[in-house]
């Protein structure tokens, strides 16, 4: 098994045939990319190659480019390539979910970096910063404002900036453009979680950005049947550092999920656009309703930094995600994901499947609530995770809902 420097899965491209590719239209590439035909049988779909070993003909002369699986395997080269293809970037890395690949960035820092994240990132990655990454010599500053802050953050010894656009569940924007050019002017790199918005609807390298990173798990696997990372970036120096890390720390996908991963993420255009359609709907409806506090969609002209996911989503689209404050209180969000009959009460998001959930209960509990509360997250605010159902059907799911908590709690409206 591979002691030393790990085999690349991205060979040096020929120039001909790469700048044919990227000429190509995203549906196309998600498609295609990273999806050669079978040499051997024909095969259009990849076969699942399970082999945890590969044969070499002569010692350190294997077969083909695969050794050991943990080091690389078709499955996730294959997989590896579609994402560098679909986020305009040179390289791709496949983790073993999204908190894999933020814990494998991280590990790439020498102790004593010192990192500046937005403060409205996902718990988890909330709780690597600061009880994972902090036990390893590495400091975090969290900022509410990064755009306007990080001048004043920045350190000798701050290498990287962390931002998560939209925010999560309040669906905040961050300027990429903006931040990058801040950050670089120090030397420091960027990363975007870009998991909200899936690489169809934003591509943060296009921005600045230095790293793309997504749990996989969400919209580009897309059913939710797999849990999976992957991070996306074009420096050399960088690939070297992760992929020897990706094989050393060794929290890499199945050859299994890789393959369903790389399937879902064939149809992702379809996906995002359905589920874009679909939240946009569904945001106008709650806004239109008297039962409702406010709504946070990026994709409604009353969303205040509209005109950032005017220049930074495709076609300024809003992605899948919307959350609102209900009126009636805690009690009224938790029995509006009750009532709902489409949405299903589950955390997680972005599969074809809607979803509902109270955040200050569920995937924010863990936050103190003054912290929660100055993000916006109030006990009243609903997330919703809009599939690729009828999207007729989900607005009448949601006005039903809203209806039926109404009369269960008429003394608040
Ligand atoms: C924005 C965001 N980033 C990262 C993660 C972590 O991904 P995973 O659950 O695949 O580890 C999540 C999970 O919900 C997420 O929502």
């Known amino acids: 098994m591979v002691q030393g420097p790990v085999a690349s899965s991205f060979p040096a491209p020929d120039a001909a045939s790469t700048k044919a590719k990227a000429a190509m239209k995203f549906a196309t590439r998600a498609v295609h990319a990273g999806s050669p035909h079978d040499p051997v049988t024909g095969a259009v779909i990849e076969p699942i190659s399970l082999s945890t070993t590969f044969a070499q003909t ?16 078709p499955n996730r080269s294959n997989f590896e390539k579609a994402v560098a293809s679909l986020e305009g970037a040179r390289y791709a890395l496949a983790y073993s979910s999204g908190s894999a690949a933020t814990a494998n960035i991280l590990q790439s820092l020498a102790p004593g970096s010192h990192v500046i994240s937005v403060s409205d990132v996902y718990g988890g990655t909330h709780r690597y910063f600061t009880q994972v990454a902090a036990a390893h010599g590495i400091a975090v500053t969290f900022s ?4 306007v802050d990080i001048e004043n953050l920045v350190r000798p010894e701050t290498k990287l900036v962390w931002i998560e656009t939209p925010s999560n569940p309040t669906l905040t924007l961050v300027d990429i453009r903006a931040v990058s050019e801040a950050a670089h002017a120090y030397g420091i790199k960027v990363v975007v979680d870009n998991t909200f918005m899936s690489p169809y609807v934003q591509n943060p390298l296009n921005h ?25 970036f074009n420096d050399d120096a ?63 002209n009353s969303h205040p930094q509209r005109y950032i ?23 009224a969000a938790k029995r509006f994901c009750q009532k709902t009959h489409i ?50 059907d989900l607005v009448a799911d949601i006005q039903q809902a809203l209806e039926a908590v109404a009369q269960e709690f008429p003394a608040e409206q």
């Open 58 to 73: 002569a010692v350190g002369a294997p077969v083909g480019q695969y050794e050991y699986s943990r080091s690389s395997n």
């Open 144 to 147: 509410g404002s990064i755009e």
């Open 208 to 232: 600045g950005a230095d790293i793309v990173v997504h749990s996989v798990t969400k919209y580009i696997n897309g059913h939710s049947d797999v849990v999976m990372g992957v991070a996306a």
């Open 238 to 300: 960088l690939y070297t550092r992760l992929l020897f890390l990706q094989n050393a720390i060794g929290a890499v996908p199945s050859p299994f999920d890789s393959w369903l991963a790389h399937r879902g993420l064939k149809t992702l255009h379809l996906r995002a656009k359905a589920a874009t359609e679909n939240a946009t709907a569904v945001a106008t409806a709650l806004e239109a309703s008297s039962q409702v506090i406010a709504v946070n969609y990026p994709g409604l």
């Open 309 to 331: 996911a005017v220049k930074q989503h495709r076609n300024g689209m809003g992605g899948g995600m919307v959350s609102f404050r209900i009126k009636g209180g805690a009690e």
């Open 343 to 392: 949405f299903t009460l589950a955390e997680s998001l972005g599969g074809v499947e809607s979803l509902c959930e109270v955040p200050s209960s569920m995937t924010h509990a863990g936050i103190p609530r003054a912290e929660r509360e100055a993000a916006g997250v109030y006990d009243d605010l609903v997330r919703l995770s809009c599939g690729v159902e009828d999207g007729e």
